[in-house]
């Protein structure tokens, strides 16, 4: 099956793996992958973009700036994101504006749960990810099976808005489709929406 977009082209999601994720495979102490190596990750999402009929563009750095460069060359081209920010996730506010500012939907995706790592070997000190409040989701703590899981969020997520319907207008109806007196209520003014 291939999806598309609306002007009929498949989706492009860009994948970016951040520090260390190079060094997969190879780490001591608890892992929380059966991955033997970075390859057998990206020829994952390879045969998972595949089967979902999208592009994918698979990334891996340790450099920041390069990652940063990877985002501007190549993020206005792209439907979607998966981004393991990996040793960026505490502090990557330039990854996080970057990826903001580029504004295309992203997943943040970790092989383990960083709120229960950062718990336990930093009790005292409140870390937490800066991709976070801007990702469209997040998913973690399923290994590589997460970048599956992700993937098949983030395409169901932008197949959903390319098949959404349009508000038919009617008569007597507003731009979106709601005539007065209809039933539908106005949030309380002052209400969030
Ligand atoms: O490098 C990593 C890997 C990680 O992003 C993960 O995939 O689980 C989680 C991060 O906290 C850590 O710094």
């Known amino acids: 099956m291939v999806r598309t977009s609306n002007d009929g082209k498949r989706w492009r999601i860009g994948v970016i793996d951040g520090p260390n994720m190079s060094f997969i495979g190879r780490e001591k102490g608890a892992r929380h992958h059966n991955l033997q190596s970075w390859d057998e990750l990206r020829d994952l999402v390879a045969a998972t973009g595949d ?18 460069e ?7 081209g792209l439907d979607g994101l998966l981004v393991n920010p990996g040793g960026l996730t505490t502090y990557g506010e330039g990854l996080r504006h970057a ?15 960083p709120v229960q790592y950062y718990a336990s070997v930093s009790p005292h000190i409140r870390l937490e990810s800066r991709l976070t409040s801007s990702a469209q989701g997040v998913v973690a703590g399923f290994g590589e099976h997460g970048y599956v899981a992700a993937l098949v969020g983030l395409v169901s997520y932008l197949d959903g808005f390319s098949e959404a319907d349009p508000v038919e207008e009617t008569e007597g109806a507003d731009a979106a489709g709601h005539t007065e007196g209809a039933g539908h209520a106005e949030p309380a003014e002052g209400a969030g929406r």
Do not use: K
């Open 51 to 68: 089967r979902l009929g999208v592009e994918i563009l698979h990334t891996v750095s340790n450099y920041e700036g390069r990652i940063l």
């Open 70 to 76: 990877w985002i501007h060359a190549e993020g206005p």
């Open 99 to 113: 990826l903001e500012e580029n504004g295309t939907p992203y997943v943040e995706v970790h092989l383990f749960n």
